[in-house]
């Protein structure tokens, strides 16, 4: 049984599909242990209670220096017994100590066909914002694996989804969540869980279908 955690920051539409798809037997094998969150405010921390979710609030505003933050997010983690960290419209960057402690085994949703429209700067309605501003026709969302990087991690799925001419970027990124990463973490977190893929030169290889 795979150990998820799973970490947020606000709307928690992501961790709801994922709560959804264990619910309803799209994700085998895995168990959601801890939901964390870098704000107090995120309705994705209700969704846990609602869900019966043990979670917590762990915000670099509550430690005066960065490591100690750092060594307290890493904390958080290890002490929840997560195998499995996803980062779910999860907006902090993740620290080094993390990233090191957890060798792909972090996977984060980023909305938008990597290697578009991603890197720093790039999160939230701004990818949009840009996928309208260059007029590209097609756009989509990317589950990978996180590295020491900004959206470089192995890429282990991805999901086109057209983008229309009177679109605003409001009614792209829904489109894109409903579309795109509301499947695309979920059936993630199933194949990791049911040791699907494995991870060769940096590329993504799947062993076995589901
Ligand atoms: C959206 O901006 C989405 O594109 C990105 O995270 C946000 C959704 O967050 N992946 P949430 O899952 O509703 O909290």
Same mark, same amino acid.
């Given at each position: 049984m /795979?150990k998820?955690? #799973?970490m947020v ?8 599909a994922i709560l959804d ?5 799209k994700?085998?094998? !895995? &168990?959601?242990?801890?939901? *964390? ?5 995120a309705?994705?921390?209700? $969704?846990?209670? %609602?869900a ?5 609030c762990?915000? $670099? $505003? ?12 890493? =904390?958080?983690?290890q002490e929840?017994?997560a195998d499995?960290?996803v980062? !779910?419209g999860?907006?902090? %960057? +993740?620290? &080094? ?9 972090? +996977?984060n949703?980023?909305?938008a066909l ?13 990818v949009?914002?840009? %996928?309208?501003? =260059?007029g ?13 990087g900004?959206?470089?991690?192995? *890429?282990?799925?991805?999901k086109a989804?057209?983008? /229309?001419d ?6 792209? &990124? $829904?489109r894109?969540?409903? &579309?795109?990463?509301w ?5 993630a977190i199933? /194949?990791?869980a049911n040791d699907?893929?494995?991870v %060769?030169?940096g =590329? #993504? =290889?799947?062993?076995k279908?589901r």
């Amino acid at each position: 049984m /795979l150990k998820v955690a #799973v970490m947020v920051s606000g709307g928690g539409t992501n961790l709801q599909a994922i709560l959804d798809a264990v619910a309803d037997g799209k994700i085998t094998n !895995a &168990q959601i242990v801890k939901v *964390i969150s870098n704000s107090r405010k995120a309705y994705a921390l209700e $969704r846990a209670t %609602v869900a019966g979710i043990p979670s917590e609030c762990v915000t $670099r $505003r509550d430690y005066p220096e960065e490591k100690q933050f750092q060594e307290a997010l890493l =904390r958080a983690l290890q002490e929840s017994g997560a195998d499995l960290v996803v980062l !779910a419209g999860c907006l902090v %960057v +993740i620290p &080094q100590n993390v990233v090191d402690a957890y060798p792909n085994r972090i +996977i984060n949703i980023h909305p938008a066909l990597i290697p578009s429209f991603c890197g720093t700067g790039y999160y939230g309605l701004g990818v949009h914002e840009a %996928v309208l501003a =260059r007029g590209v026709k097609v756009t989509g969302a990317t589950v990978h694996f996180v590295d020491s990087g900004t959206d470089t991690g192995p *890429i282990i799925l991805q999901k086109a989804v057209e983008v /229309l001419d009177d679109d605003t970027p409001e009614t792209l &990124q $829904r489109r894109v969540m409903e &579309q795109a990463e509301w499947k695309l973490l979920p059936q993630a977190i199933d /194949l990791i869980a049911n040791d699907c893929l494995e991870v %060769v030169d940096g =590329r #993504v =290889r799947f062993r076995k279908d589901r």
